[in-house]
């Protein structure tokens, strides 16, 4: 199955195990290997597999209908997570807009942002900031908010140019400062950057409230999204968070900003939201946003063949349901916290550990090859890629990322596995 492939996306130079089936924690191959799946692909899983109750919700839906278009008809599972989700996130946003995925939801909200300033008579304003050391997606405008310069290097002549602002990296603090004492500098940034374009262009700045896939779980200052969200405010910049991998319960609360103390115009998500089961994304909107489309009798622009789709809003009810039930946010708090003090404990003076951080049960782990100088392995290494290669091998799945380090690469590994993890496990 493996020398000759008509999968594109497969690289042949590799052998894949062929999955055979999933139960909790676990994944087994065809060969009857088991691997412990401590990252859920890329921060998918958040139950584990082949729950029942979400597999009898999926079927029970299929009993009823697979599709019905959404310009035609609503549903009651599209309406029922929307409903949960209103109650579950943030106040005041409570309207979702269904996707099929991260990228998706991020393209929503930079199109939701730009048609929102052309209702309030500001047509100028267009353009998205994003930060360095930043991951939104990979269709072109998420690519070109985003700061991953491995993954734009190939299309940059087809993104807009926005400008860089630093991210919040207190552990190589681009502004070299202490973070007990100092003045937040990375997120008085993003004022810089503003007033470089010029505010009446900045429809709106994206970030992940703690950054995933390019820089292993970095958790920013405690105050740096209050500054973040007054500077927003000052120069009416609207705030998306990106939650496609920290939402629904990854870092110990429904929503990773919850802990920041602000609230966002928008939240996008994803993976976690149908925790595998199927495909399914959404953008979280602020009342203010609807509002201001509504009351001028009009509808935001957009739209996806499958957005709303019965089968995927069944998933993400019986998802927040079987959570609620088995109060896995909490677990995911409490589980979290053990495996960050377990790692501390076994790796702390480990020679190649630069640092141990995340909440909840999503871990990031950046490794250095000299801790006191925390000078990174030479990019050619790969040295992320040996160390999931190594594990894999081993029967354990951890998510391996080049991230991006100051425009090189650097080595991080993120550990985030479902939520009924057990300590043993
Ligand atoms: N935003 C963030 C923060 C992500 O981590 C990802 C994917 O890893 C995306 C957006 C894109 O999501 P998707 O791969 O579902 O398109």
Redesign the pocket.
Known sequence: MNEDTHVFYRNPFTTYPVIARGEGAYLFDTKGKRYLDACGG?VVSALGHNVPEVVEALKAQLDSVEFAHTSQFTNPPQEQLAELLAELSPGGLNHAYFVS????A?ESAIKMARAYWVQMGRPEKWMVIGREQS????TLG?LAAGGNRWRRALYEPMLYQRPRVSPCYCYRCPFDKDPAHCALECADDLERAILEVGPEKVSAFIA?PIV??TAGALVPHENYFRRIREICDRYDVLLIA?E??TGLGRCGTWFAIKQFGVVPDMI?M??GLAAGYVPI?ATLVHNHIVDTFHNRRNVFQHGHTYMGHPLAAAAGVAVIKYMQQHKLVERSKKMGEELITRLREALHDHPHVGDIRGRGLFCGIEFVLDRATKHPFEPELAFHRILGETAFANGLIIYPMGGTLDGRRGDHVLIAPPFIITKAQ
């Open positions: 890329a995925g991260g990228s998706e991020v991951y939104h997606g990979n998420a992940e995933g896939a990106d496609v991998m996008c994803a993976k994304g």
